[in-house]
Each structure stands twice: as structure tokens, then as C-alpha cells.
């Protein structure tokens, strides 16, 4: 991963390395998804080849996040394995002032909600852009459902206010397929005024596996930003 001159993607890397330096020897680390969680996963490698990092094991989110992992020579163990998690490195597709997090543009989060809840500290890493006054304002949100449910959960949502849209694939004809098997359905609210109570609300329909919304879960957002050309990290 070489970023050249592109402002952005040193950015990216930028993030990704004030992450990777919060893990610290002979813990077990969430590996979440996304470009800039990768970089993470490069850093904490690079790390593990100087010996400037030991013994840590990560579960992964994602296939990405598992293929990752095997590149940068990253040792992997799974929830079966472990007690705890002791730090989780995830990205977010929107993230309010109160850290609320909307995730799930790579259908992936089932799995990071699972590994991100659990660890003892979640960091989010991000860039500028993802940054929101409401949940919902530029995202739509994603909710993961068993195939045989979908007719009645899009019916569901639509009469809690929700527009729900099956997710479909690019370059692939049919809908998009979690690791677990199941479709995304990518909801417009027109506001989203209490994530928390939504976000309930939403894995009661049955048929719902899980939803995008990540309430109470950050611990800490690291935000990339370009300024005057230049990438800064700052903590929110």
C-alpha cells in the first residue's frame, strides 16, 4: 500500500498508524473492515515484523479483515478461542457527536457489532467526511436480514417511517450476501431522532439479524483530515 501523493491516502495511513500504535503486546485485537481499518492491519504487521509489537492474536470482522490479517503475518484466534477482546479497530460510515456510529457499507456489520461491543476499547477510525449532526443525514442504513424474511421486514420498516431498498450487487447480478448467508437492506429514515431506541426497535421485527446502528459502543474516534495539504489525525 503505497499512498504517493495522494493527500487523502497518506491521510488514510495516517489514521490507520495512530490506531495501530493504541495495540499494545500480548493482546487479542478486533480486526474490523474497510480501507482504513486495512491500514491498521498493515501497521499493526509492521509492527509484529520489528519486534516492536508481540504476541497479539486478532479475530477478524470480515473475510476481508481475515485475508488482511494473513498477509500482514498477523496470528488469528476466534471467539470460541478467547475471553475477551482487549482493543477493536473498526472504521463507520457516519459517526455523530456523541459517537454514535452508522456502519455497515461493507455488509460486515453483524460481525463487527459482535467483536466491537465486546472489546474492553473500541477505536473508531475515520475520515473528516464521516463526520455527522444526525445518524442518517448521508448514509442510509443498513439492516441485515434472513432471506425468507425479506417481504415482511421491508414491510416492517415501512411502516416504522423507514424507505428500505434490497442491496444489490456490482458486477454481480442478485443482491448482495453477508459472510453469514443473509441480505442487507439499506434504509432511508428521514430522521433519526433516537438511534438507541431504533436500533431495538429494528432487531425486534423478526427475521432481523442486526442493524447498522452502533450506539454507545466508541470509546475513541480518530479522525483524518486534510488541511493546507497536509494530512492531520486529531481524537474527537
Known amino acids: 500500500m503505497t499512498a504517493g501523493n495522494d493527500p487523502v491516502k497518506v491521510m488514510k495511513q495516517e489514521v490507520g498508524k495512530a490506531a495501530a500504535a493504541l495495540v499494545k503486546s500480548g493482546t487479542i485485537v478486533g480486526l474490523g473492515t474497510g480501507s482504513t481499518t ?42 470460541d478461542a478467547v475471553d475477551h477482546i482487549d482493543i477493536a479497530i473498526d472504521g463507520a460510515d457516519e459517526v455523530d457527536p456523541q459517537k454514535n456510529l452508522i456502519k455497515g457499507g461493507g455488509a460486515a456489520h453483524t460481525r463487527e457489532k459482535i ?9 473508531v477510525v475515520v475520515d473528516g467526511n464521516k463526520l455527522v449532526d444526525r445518524l442518517g443525514s448521508t448514509f442510509l442504513l443498513p439492516v441485515e436480514v434472513i432471506p425468507m424474511a425479506i417481504a415482511p421486514v421491508m414491510r416492517a420498516i415501512e411502516k416504522l417511517g423507514g424507505k428500505p431498498e434490497l442491496r444489490m450487487g456490482i458486477k454481480k447480478a442478485g443482491p448482495v450476501i453477508t459472510d453469514q448467508g443473509n441480505m442487507v437492506v439499506d434504509v432511508k429514515f428521514d430522521s433519526i431522532d433516537n438511534p438507541a431506541e431504533l436500533e431495538k426497535t429494528l432487531n425486534n421485527i423478526p427475521g432481523v439479524l442486526e442493524n447498522g446502528l452502533f450506539v454507545g459502543v466508541a470509546d475513541i474516534v480518530l479522525v483524518g483530515e486534510v488541511k493546507d495539504g497536509q494530512p492531520i489525525v486529531r481524537e474527537m
Open 38 to 79: 486495512a491500514y491498521a492491519i498493515e501497521y499493526l504487521g509492521n509492527r509484529l515484523r520489528s519486534g516492536d509489537l508481540k504476541d497479539i492474536k486478532g479475530v477478524p470482522t470480515s473475510f476481508q479483515a481475515e485475508v488482511l490479517a494473513k498477509q500482514y503475518g498477523i496470528p488469528l484466534t476466534t471467539l
Open 115 to 123: 467483536v466491537d461491543a465486546l472489546a474492553d476499547q473500541f477505536v
